[in-house]
């Protein structure tokens, strides 16, 4: 299921709506590395692949931006590592 992801590169927010409900990822960003530090998706949207997709658009967002990633959230980092054709932008 595609969800409509958007960049809120002001608060450093990847957020959709499932449902009418908020989920998001939340990063740093400093001298090019963007730091993932959060992901949020209430249970009562949960299991739904939510919050890879959040993810995912993470890395999209930071492959074309030219960013380093470091998964500060331990959802990110288990991720990650599920995902090596995202390893080259370990940071």
């Known amino acids: 299921m595609p969800f409509a992801i958007q960049h809120d ?9 499932v449902d009418g409900v908020s989920c998001l990822l939340d990063y740093t960003l400093a001298a090019g590395v963007m730091t993932i530090t959060h992901t949020e998706v209430p249970a009562a949207v949960g299991g739904r692949g939510i919050a890879a997709a959040l993810v995912q658009q993470a890395m999209i967002t ?3 931006e030219g960013w380093k990633v470091v998964p500060a959230c331990s959802y990110a980092a288990a991720w990650l590592q599920r995902h090596p054709e995202y390893h080259d932008l370990l940071g």
């Open 9 to 17: 590169r002001v608060a450093r927010r990847f957020e959709t709506r």
């Open 62 to 64: 930071a492959r074309a």
